[in-house]
């Protein structure tokens, strides 16, 4: 389920960054939009890498079954999920929430 909504963020995320540029949305227009697109598509970037890592360990899981190395790095990979939880909930309060302000 982690994987499918993962995917399914960086494919909202594609679309509302394909729908800025349609509409004039560039880094080069403002300091905001340079900081927005600084911000979000790097941790779209991010969310990507933790997704090809729960397919590795997905995979290692098949392999291996459940040992204690597999244990250790889904502990991790769950670490970098929470992590970018908390750093997405920064990024939209102060870049969504805060543009409506």
């Known amino acids: 389920m982690t994987l499918l909504l993962g ?3 960086l494919g909202f995320e594609l679309r509302d960054l394909l729908t800025m540029f349609d509409r004039g949305g560039t ?3 403002s300091g905001f939009l340079s900081a927005f697109f600084a ?3 790097l941790h779209g970037l991010h969310v990507a890498a933790a997704s090809l890592w729960l ?3 997905v995979g290692q899981i098949a392999v291996y079954g459940v040992d204690q190395e597999v244990r250790v790095g889904l ?3 769950g670490l970098l999920w929470h992590f970018l939880d908390i750093v997405w909930i920064g990024i939209f309060s ?3 929430l805060a543009g409506l302000a």
């Open 75 to 77: 502990l991790r990979l």
């Open 94 to 96: 102060v870049v969504y």
């Open 55 to 57: 397919i590795a360990i």
């Open 39 to 41: 911000l979000v598509p």
């Open 27 to 29: 880094p080069s227009r």
């Open 7 to 9: 995917i399914a963020f």
